[in-house]
């Protein structure tokens, strides 16, 4: 029993490769992906891939080739937990990819190749700016003229913008910080009153947040109605989207921004729909009422 124990022992590791997990699984082009999965062995090293699946079949059959990421060790280069403890977790900063189906691969030296499977649909960006007075808690929607506002944008959509601090390799892009800043513009001219203000970058670039604070407005007329348009590009590929924030001159206006990107089906789908529409109120009941009386007149001449 002893000599049968020692041979299973050198023969079968302790563990091997049978987890591969995506968090999340369903991504835009650029978005962070953390892939993880445990080891036959501690302190190994193994090597992740991705590879386009056109037919959608989870196979390397389409006449496809795979394209290496980046290698990973257990508790070293490139795990984000760094411990050894038979897991990896490999924060993958994905490159512009086309929407479909994707396998990432993780190939263990010590195990067995695991796979799973990466979905890519290429959200458009979605931006939600507000602007701020010299206030940023009782000033929303408010600009007082000859003081200082701001313009805060929230960012969804897509999350290589969050991640400035990733360092880039040729596997592994990452982020560069001078692009993201370069991603994102604002027309503020409406309220500065200076026609060179219409594509300011912003000051600072946060986890889904980018602001222009310290920003001198003009003077403006009392309840005058004010705008602001930001405009951002996806770094990971070209997708553009715009919004518009309004706001009152000491007097706050709720406008909600608007995509132009995002809007222009919904706003196409109105105009259709309004086409086919009464410009008056009752306007049907009136045909319908004046359709049952004609019927009634000619049921009584019949008798």
């Avoid at 992906?33 to 959608?56: E, P, Q």
């Avoid at 890519?120 to 979605?126: M, Y």
């Avoid at 503020?188 to 889904?208: E, F, I, Q, R, Y």
């Avoid at 109120?281 to 009386?293: C, I, Q």
Wanted: charge should be neutral; charged fraction near 15%; include cysteine.
């Amino acid at each position: 029993m002893s000599v049968l124990f020692l041979v299973s022992y050198a023969v079968i590791p302790t563990s091997a490769t049978t987890i591969v997990q995506l968090q999340p699984n369903s991504v835009s082009s650029g978005d962070r992906v953390y892939v993880t999965a445990n080891l036959a062995r501690n302190a190994s090293t193994v090597t992740l891939s991705y590879y386009a699946d056109a037919n959608k079949n989870g196979k390397d059959d389409d006449g496809g080739s795979w394209i290496k990421i980046a290698n990973v060790t257990d508790g070293g280069a490139n795990d984000g937990k760094n411990t050894s403890n038979g897991f990896i977790n490999f924060p993958w900063m994905t490159p512009s990819l086309s929407p479909g189906q994707y396998i990432v691969k993780v190939e263990d030296p010590n195990g067995p190749t695991r796979t799973t499977v990466l979905t890519v649909n290429n959200a458009k960006l979605k931006l939600i700016p507000t602007i701020f007075g010299p206030s940023t808690t009782t000033d929303k929607g408010l600009v007082k003229p000859g003081d200082y506002f701001s313009v805060s944008t929230l960012v969804a959509g897509n999350c290589r913008i969050c991640h400035t601090t990733d360092n880039p390799t040729t596997q592994n892009p990452g982020v560069n910080q001078q692009q993201v800043e370069k991603a994102f513009s604002a027309d503020l001219s409406g309220v500065t009153g200076s026609s060179s203000d219409t594509a300011v970058v912003p000051g600072a670039v946060h986890h889904l947040l980018v602001q222009w604070s310290g920003i001198a407005s003009k003077t403006l007329a009392d309840n005058q109605t004010v705008n602001v348009t930001v405009t951002g590009t996806n770094p990971a590929g070209n997708l553009t989207t715009q919004s518009t924030a309004f706001a009152g001159v000491n007097k706050a206006v709720n406008i909600p921004p608007k995509s132009n990107e995002n809007d222009t089906k919904d706003n196409a789908s109105a105009q259709s729909s309004g086409s086919t529409r009464s410009p008056l109120p009752g306007f049907e009941a009136v045909f319908v009422v004046a359709g049952l009386t004609f019927v009634a007149y000619l049921v009584n001449r019949r008798r």
